[in-house]
């Protein structure tokens, strides 16, 4: 040992590690392998022999983990001001439905509808025009009666607007099957017409110099017998 203290040293762990592999296949193993190197301690068992029970060990109670709130709690919470301020929007619509003065979606959205519809109120309450959606708002709908509809004129036809009748009518689209019958008419030399689609001046005097010249009512307007008429001259339908 004292010539080759290493080895020696080596020979006692490996010794060491031997018994150690013994001691716990025979003694400290409660079941077959794999087993624990260590005996785990267990705890006793309380035997009853009045009542025949046997008492388990209590275990220690872990830590109760904290449980997710459901998504309708979160979102109802009165601290939510997000959600409130969309139940007060939901709430102001409503209101504002029932008394006249909105008439979209209550969606609980701000929009353009619920803005024209609070101004509205507004107005015909007399109040500050804001627009602001508030506590205050929906107590003076919830108190405010019904709108009601203009009522109609007495006296028969109502009164005509000035105003309306200095503005034309706006000028009728174009049509397709109009440009044809004026490139037909231009094609057999009834007078220089652009293929507009409207019918104007130079296109009823063509249409008036080819019912003549075919022996046709006089009318200068489109027709469907014009049509046949100009599309049996052309020799093509005329759509």
């Given at each position: 040992?004292?010539?080759?203290?290493?080895?020696s040293c080596a020979i006692a762990l490996s010794?060491?590690?031997?018994?150690?592999?013994?001691?716990?296949?025979?003694?400290?193993?409660?079941?077959?392998?794999?087993a624990p190197l260590l005996a785990a301690r267990l705890s006793p068992i309380a035997f009853n022999e009045a009542s025949g029970a046997i008492a388990m060990p209590t275990a220690r109670p872990l830590a109760?983990?904290?449980?997710?709130?459901?998504?309708?709690?979160?979102?109802?919470?009165?601290?939510?001001p997000v959600r409130s301020?969309?139940?007060?929007?939901?709430?102001?619509?409503?209101?504002?439905?029932?008394r006249g003065y909105y008439d979209g979606a209550v969606d609980g959205i701000h929009g353009a509808k619920t803005d024209a519809a609070i101004r509205d109120f507004e107005q015909a309450?007399?109040?500050?025009?804001?627009?602001?959606?508030?506590?205050?708002?929906?107590?003076?709908?919830?108190?405010?009666?019904?709108?009601?509809?203009?009522?109609?004129?007495q006296g028969g036809e109502p009164r005509a607007d000035?105003?309306?009748?200095?503005?034309?009518?706006?000028?009728?689209?174009?049509?397709?099957q109009l440009v044809a019958v004026q490139r037909a008419l231009a094609d057999s030399g009834y007078g220089p017409i652009r293929p507009t689609g409207l019918l104007d001046a130079p296109t009823r005097t063509a249409i008036?110099?080819?019912?003549?010249?075919?022996?046709?009512?006089?009318?200068?307007?489109?027709?469907?017998?014009?049509?046949?008429?100009?599309?049996?001259?052309?020799g093509r339908p005329l759509e």
């Open positions: 040992m004292l010539r080759r203290p290493l080895d010794l060491a590690a031997i018994v150690a592999i013994i001691v716990n296949g025979l003694y400290l193993q409660p079941g077959p392998h794999p109760a983990e904290p449980q997710p709130q459901s998504q309708e709690r979160v979102e109802g919470r009165a601290d939510d301020r969309e139940r007060l929007v939901e709430d102001i619509q409503r209101e504002l439905a029932r309450s007399a109040r500050k025009g804001t627009a602001e959606v508030n506590n205050a708002l929906l107590t003076a709908i919830q108190r405010a009666p019904a709108r009601h509809a203009a009522a109609p004129r000035p105003i309306a009748s200095l503005i034309a009518p706006p000028p009728a689209p174009p049509s397709r008036t110099q080819f019912e003549r010249e075919r022996r046709l009512p006089i009318t200068g307007e489109m027709s469907a017998r014009l049509v046949r008429e100009l599309a049996a001259k052309t």
